[in-house]
């Protein structure tokens, strides 16, 4: 159910109702094909994980079930209009290096060590991974301690590398993004995609 409207989500409020109008006629199908969300004609909705939960867009109002981060919300549309089908990479780089990313990018990355760099410490690493996959990771193969991959959305995904603390160094980790991503999300939704994925992150220490 979506929240009452109020004077603290006015600016989301203002933002989603763009965000809408920029799919209003838009055909579902065409939607479908460029972003990899599957689209059930026979219910009129759009159906994808993110996170680990599944999420329903409604066509033609484009309203979202269950309900989530408001920011989360515009992200999945405005991902719906700037996708244009390129495939993923399979290669990964970090914010800094997204197109137009080396300042908003470049801050985040070092935010982002920062935290993990805090946080992983208070957590076992088998207790870390299973707290991952509690919030949609899976674990993946890789050259760190833990290599954690999450789905944002079907071809926007987010990798998290973790090289837990030892008796030399501290905790350290980054997050990455496949080399595709500014195909579906600007910098700035780039952004706030890790900004939610972190949250849920610390949210589960």
């Known amino acids: 159910m979506q929240t009452k409207p109020t004077q603290e989500n006015r600016a989301f409020l203002e933002m989603l109702g763009v965000a809408k109008g920029w799919l209003a006629g838009r055909k579902p199908l065409e939607i479908a094909e460029k972003t990899g ?8 909705q759009f159906c994808f994980r993110s996170f680990g939960e599944e999420i329903r867009v409604h066509y033609p109002d484009y309203a979202i079930t269950p309900y989530v981060d408001e920011w989360q919300q515009l992200l999945f549309l405005h991902y719906m209009k700037l996708a ?3 495939p993923l990479t399979g290669r990964w780089i970090t914010m800094g290096e997204v197109k137009d990313g080396l300042i908003r990018g470049g801050d985040f990355d070092r935010r982002c060590e920062e935290v993990i760099r805090r946080r992983v410490s208070a957590v076992s690493p088998d207790e870390f991974a299973q707290r991952c996959r509690r919030i949609g990771g899976s674990l993946k193969e890789g050259k760190a301690d833990l290599t954690v991959q999450f789905d944002l959305l079907p071809r926007y ?4 590398k973790i090289w837990f603390a030892d008796e030399e160094f501290p905790a350290s980790g980054k997050l990455l993004l496949d080399e595709s991503a500014g195909h579906y999300l600007t910098i700035e939704d780039a952004v706030t995609a890790g900004q939610v994925l972190m949250e849920k992150l610390v949210g589960i220490f």
């Open 37 to 44: 969300i599957l689209y059930e004609e026979e219910s009129a």
């Open 84 to 86: 244009d089908g390129t």
């Open 157 to 160: 995904p987010l990798l998290v």
